[in-house]
Nanobody
């Protein structure tokens, strides 16, 4: 089992920055990729960014050049630096961990609200 706990969400103005953190615990060695997904009301959950153990990253087109995903292996944490926030970035952000056996684990989610 893997437990994921997010933190760092909140309210921000357009153009501002926020940093999300996700702490993993449990059988973390089983995870080969971790990432961030988000879900807005009435929409499906969508990928934001992922990072593998080898630190290969992948981003949704909508956040490229604005968001940066990183990980701290020693602390078993990942981060999402969100810059130049837009209204459409408003969503609940979920931390995800996927095992080599393709099992997904999810955090409880953290709300990010961007206002003008």
């Amino acid at each position: 089992q893997v437990q994921l706990v997010e933190s760092g969400g909140g309210l921000a103005r357009t153009g501002a920055s926020l940093r999300l953190s996700c702490a993993a615990s449990g059988y973390v060695n089983a995870l080969y990729v971790m990432g961030w997904y988000r879900q807005s009301p009435g929409k499906q959950r969508e990928l934001v960014a992922t990072i593998t153990r080898g630190e290969t990253t992948n981003y949704a087109d909508s956040v490229k050049d604005r968001f940066t995903i990183s990980r701290d292996h020693s602390k078993e944490m990942i981060f999402l630096q969100m810059d130049s926030l837009r209204l459409e970035d408003t969503a609940v952000y979920y931390c995800n961990g996927r095992t080599y056996g393709a099992t997904d684990y999810w955090g409880q989610g953290t709300q990010v609200t961007v206002s003008s």
